[in-house]
């Protein structure tokens, strides 16, 4: 039965070429769309180069500091100082990666002017994330305490400071100081906030911040759990901790600060509201606007579906004429209808495939590589069918209700 | 009133020719109703369609009402069967979505006339096929005769001259036919309306002025 | 002929719902890029009222600081005469975070005899800004040193937070938060600057002089540098704030770029969005095109009886132009009852203006869409032979 369905969508397809032009292009735009939008998301989201132990990695972005009496509020990064002592102290966590917020600065080469990006980090960073060195190592904690002048700088740094050549050993000069590169690493786009940098440098040598003991400041950690089970058990640590940490003279009378799982660590300055982390509005608004934008192209494809019924309803009758009921006839008109979104989503998916290949090649987010991975690919699967069967749906309950006599009269 | 000289009407597909009216020549006078019979496939809707400049002969000269139609614009034409005819088909050719009385306007909205002038003609037109009472409904809530009697007032509420009535009652039960063509009939004789019939009744053809009869696209009496 | 085809329509509305639906849908995603492009164009028709194109920014984010009032003045009174010894450098300010085309925002309040105005752009900067930025004064003057003697913090506000607090009355000389225990007068009204972008709306502003207290946490400097200064002097510049800020992070920007920078955050996301729905216009149109050329295969014998009872080929093609535009008529009615809640509740704090020029361009397109999909159609269905059509059952 399915195969006789399957010859017949075909031949309808091919009988009326301009139909089937529109409803393809239709189908094959809108999940272009929704798959690079997809791939997009995805980049954000899943775990990606160097920060690939997500699944096992919380963050902690900001604290927010209230004083209700006063109607104070301040929100922000946090000191090394605090971090070092309350974060790095905790029990249940392997690791924990300290790193600033980026901070630019200029260096001047050969009468060429290069923007540079800085983060300063302990040496735990470089065992969270697993950054690829093209040579050299990363600093050690040794080099660390002892404030050695040495640097981790980027692929593109080196190019852009060196030219074609090894860095290793060699000297870079930023902010009037002078260091010694270790070591060089791939490059890290700018959407991985919490990775990305030109340079990466020993805490102990930031220029601000050092003696720091208020509670705000410019770093962020990423805590390494020894699996993904101690998830919650690090985070009700962290909020044992928190609730700890003694607020005398301080200018505020709370603090709140979570350490989240990456995507929550976003959601949660986007949308989160006390205790909600916010993922749960961000997966519903993503749905909403998914829904939203594909309600144009199903309506349109319910339009089209509707006239290529009418346009057969001698087919129909006869169907009906010789013992076919209205059920079976809908089963028919939807499967087809699925196919016919198959076969748009197999384009949209070529043409999703060259828009992704066109966005990495222009580099307009620098090294960032959009790909369609699998999970894009059985969303873009489920998204195809969703589409084709509510496109399908109401056309072919029109269908279903047309009378015999009639459905064989018009011609 | 309709003069046909030497009409030719030849239909050519990308293999075939077919000669489908043969040296036609037909006068059909003021006030006439004139019968056309035949078997299927003589031609006579084909000779009716050129009649009513629906269709162009292939040879030969329609003239109506002593104007030749042959030089006529499409514009000409369409203002020409507007004035001039009236049209009744054996499938009636109601427009499903329009009421009773907007299907009966119809014609009038291709004239410069008001909307109540209109209104006030199409009920007129309707009173005349004795359907004043179903104004309002759509063609698929009547019947088969309803459905013609409305085409009938739909023929004649622009008031033409000529009717042309294709198989009018082909579709319709013996009663209903005759009430149909008791309408007509009186039509004819009333309002001297020049009609012509296509039809296979003889029956029906008997009630009628004259006869012609058509085979394989030549005038056979 | 309107109410004939009014009823047509009317008559067959189960089968136009879809089809009305989707233009109706459309017409809210085209308001909404109308509305967009028409909020963006009127802020872009705007001028800046400040030049931008020789000026440089230098952030020097530092830690340690000279402790008391006096030293710290002196400090950055040295930074500001090493800088403008240099003679590619025309002039000099220092400025809060937010400097022109910058991320950052602060934003204050002001109160005037009770009317209470929220959302002022708060800039705190030095005597020399208005130089720096040519900025252009409607009235009174830019603070300076003869201010300093002020009981009250001098403040320079712009000519629609002017407007906001004193309408057509004279605003310079007023005292505002008089019940504070910091009371500002205003000493001059500037032109509205656009310095967040070509394309953002114009808000209130109002530029206070930084006082001692400032240069604690005043971490950017603006300078105007002589036309034709290039890398070469920005790394001489460099080098001298780094051996003057010794514990500074310094980075050197110009505002040109910043303004590209900016402009872009606004622009991608439109281009982006006018990509996406003028795909979605597309496809919508390749539909209603291919549904309407349809319809007309249906309504062969209708129209087959039309040309009979005398309706001329011209007729036919407009009246399937004018059943389209009947048909988007509907679903813009509706659409625009949407579309006018939106000045009538003031959704998005828009100008009603804007959204009312994009109700309308966006019913023109809505029409002009409409037209250019039944042409073709209704030329089609002009041609149709009534004899075909009439006898083809």
New interface residues.
């Given amino acids: 039965m399915l195969k006789n369905y399957f010859k017949i969508a075909i031949a309808v397809l091919k009988r009326r070429k301009?139909?089937t032009?529109?409803s393809l292009?239709?189908i094959a735009?809108?999940l272009t769309?929704l798959i690079v939008l997809t791939a997009f998301l995805d980049h954000l989201i899943s775990p990606q180069y160097p920060d690939t132990k997500r699944a096992r990695s919380l963050y902690i972005n900001t604290a927010t500091r209230t004083h209700s009496g006063k109607g104070f509020q301040s929100n922000g990064p946090l000191s090394y100082h605090f971090l070092n002592k309350y974060v790095s102290s905790m029990k249940t966590p392997e690791r924990v990666g300290i790193g600033s917020i980026f901070?630019?600065?200029?260096t001047?080469i050969n009468?060429?002017?290069l923007?540079i990006d800085?983060k300063y980090t302990n040496a735990d960073f470089w065992e969270v994330q697993e950054f690829e060195f093209l040579e050299g190592r990363p600093y050690t904690a040794q080099e660390i305490t002892n404030g050695d002048h040495v640097v981790v700088i980027s692929e593109q740094t080196r190019r852009d400071y060196f030219g074609e050549t090894t860095a290793v050993g060699k000297y870079f000069e930023t902010?009037?100081v002078k260091y010694r590169v270790c070591g060089v690493v791939k490059d890290v786009p700018i959407t991985l906030i919490f990775s990305y940098a030109n340079v990466y440098l020993p805490y102990t040598l930031s220029?601000?911040?050092?003696n720091?003991t208020r509670f705000e400041g410019m770093y962020t950690a990423i805590i390494l759990a020894r699996s993904k089970a101690d998830l919650p058990a690090i985070q009700d640590e962290y909020q044992q901790t928190i609730a700890r940490i003694p607020l005398k003279g301080e200018e505020f009378n709370e603090l709140h600060s979570y350490a989240d799982t990456y995507l929550a660590s976003f959601t949660r300055i986007l949308l989160g509201k006390d205790d909600s982390s916010g993922v749960g509005k961000f997966v519903l608004s993503i749905g909403l606007f998914a829904l939203f934008?594909m309600?144009?192209?199903t309506?349109?494809?319910?339009?089209?579906n509707?006239?290529?019924i009418?346009?057969r309803s001698s087919e129909i009758g006869v169907r009906k004429a010789f013992g076919a009921s209205s059920k079976t006839l809908v089963y028919q008109f939807i499967i087809e209808n699925i196919i016919l979104t198959l076969i748009g989503g197999l384009l949209g998916l070529a043409l999703s495939a060259i828009v992704i290949l066109v966005l990495n090649s222009s580099q307009l987010i620098p090294h960032m590589y959009l790909a369609i991975n699998f999970t894009v690919l059985a969303w873009a699967f489920i998204v195809c069918l969703v589409f084709g069967f509510f496109s399908g749906v109401?056309p072919a309950w029109r269908m279903s209700k047309l009378q015999v006599v009639t459905a064989l009269?018009?011609? | 009133m309709i003069q046909l000289q030497n009409i030719e009407k030849v239909y050519r597909t990308s293999a075939v020719e077919t000669l489908a009216l043969n040296n036609v020549n037909l006068n059909v006078n003021k006030g006439e109703f004139l019968s056309i019979m035949g078997p299927s496939g003589c031609g006579k809707s084909t000779l009716l369609n050129i009649m009513g400049l629906l269709d162009a002969p292939s040879k030969g000269e329609v003239r109506i009402d002593n104007e030749a139609t042959t030089s006529l614009s499409d514009k000409q034409m369409a203002h020409f069967r507007n004035k001039k005819l009236g049209f009744i088909f054996q499938s009636y050719h109601l427009i499903n979505d329009l009421r009773v009385l907007d299907n009966v306007e119809l014609p009038l909205l291709y004239r410069n006339s008001n909307a109540k002038e209109r209104t006030r003609l199409a009920k007129a037109a309707l009173e005349k096929v004795g359907l004043s009472n179903r104004m309002k409904h759509f063609p698929n809530q009547l019947s088969g005769g309803q459905k013609q009697r409305v085409a009938i007032a739909r023929a004649i509420v622009g008031e033409p001259e000529i009717i042309l009535a294709d198989e009018p009652t082909g579709n319709l039960d013996s009663a209903m036919g005759n009430e149909i063509m008791d309408i007509l009939l009186e039509l004819n004789n009333i309002d001297k309306t020049t009609i012509v019939m296509v039809t296979h009744d003889e029956h029906m053809a008997r009630r009628t002025h004259r006869l012609v009869r058509l085979f394989d696209g030549s005038q056979v009496s | 002929m309107f109410t004939h085809l009014f009823k047509l329509i009317w008559n067959k509305k189960k089968?136009n719902f879809?089809?009305m639906?989707?233009i109706l849908?459309?017409f809210l995603?085209i308001f909404a890029v109308f509305t967009m492009l028409v909020y963006y164009y009127k802020n872009y028709r705007k001028p800046m009222n400040f030049e931008y194109d020789q000026v440089w920014s230098i952030?020097f984010?530092?830690?340690d600081r000279p402790q008391s009032n006096d030293s710290l003045y002196v400090f950055f009174e040295a930074l500001k005469n090493q800088v403008k010894s240099m003679p590619e450098v025309e002039q000099l300010s220092f400025s809060g975070h937010n400097i022109p085309f910058s991320m950052s925002t602060s934003q204050n309040s002001l109160d005037y005899e009770g009317r209470h105005v929220r959302s002022i752009h708060d800039y705190t900067v030095s005597d020399d800004h208005a130089k720096v930025l040519k900025l252009s004064l409607v009235s009174g003057r830019w603070f300076s040193k003869e201010d300093d003697a002020s009981r009250y913090q001098p403040i320079v506000i712009s000519e629609f937070l002017k407007d906001k607090l004193f309408g057509t009355g004279e605003a310079v000389g007023q005292v505002l938060d008089k019940e504070s225990d910091h009371p500002r007068r205003i000493v001059g009204v500037v032109k509205d600057i656009k310095d967040h972008g070509d394309y953002q709306a114009i808000e209130s502003a109002m530029f206070r002089r930084a006082d001692t207290n400032a240069l604690r946490w005043m971490e950017q400097a603006l300078i105007r540098v002589k036309p034709g200064t290039?890398?070469?002097f920005?790394?001489r510049l460099?080098?001298a704030l780094?051996?003057h800020l010794?514990?500074?992070?310094?980075?050197?920007e110009h505002l040109t770029n910043k303004r590209q920078a900016k402009n872009s955050m606004t622009l991608v996301p439109i281009i982006i969005m006018m990509v996406?729905a003028g795909?979605?216009v597309?496809?919508?149109a390749?539909?209603?095109?291919?549904?309407l050329?349809?319809?007309i295969?249906?309504r062969k014998a209708e129209i087959g009886l039309r040309r009979a009872i005398g309706a001329p080929a011209g007729s036919i093609s407009r009246q399937l132009v004018s059943e389209a535009m009947v048909l988007a008529t509907l679903a813009l009615i509706v659409g625009c009852f949407f579309a006018v809640q939106f000045p009538l509740l003031n959704v998005f704090d828009l100008p009603a203006s804007v959204y009312i020029y994009a109700i309308v361009l966006a019913v023109l397109f809505v029409y002009l869409l409409v037209i250019i999909c039944s042409l073709y159609p209704g030329k089609q269905a002009a041609a149709i032979y009534p004899a075909v059509a009439l006898h083809?059952?």
Wanted: glycine residues 8%; aromatic residues 14%.
């Fill in positions: 301009f139909f032009f529109i292009f239709g735009f809108t769309i901070i630019t600065t200029n001047y009468n060429k002017k923007e800085m902010d009037n220029k601000t911040g050092r720091d934008f309600l144009l192209p309506l349109n494809l319910i339009n089209i509707i006239s290529r009418m346009e109401y009269k018009a011609q | 089968q879809m089809l639906l989707e849908v459309s995603v952030g984010k530092m830690q290039g890398v070469a920005e790394g460099y080098k780094a051996s010794t514990n500074a992070t310094i980075e050197i996406v795909f979605l597309i496809n919508v390749l539909g209603l095109f291919g549904v050329w349809y319809n295969n249906r083809e059952d």
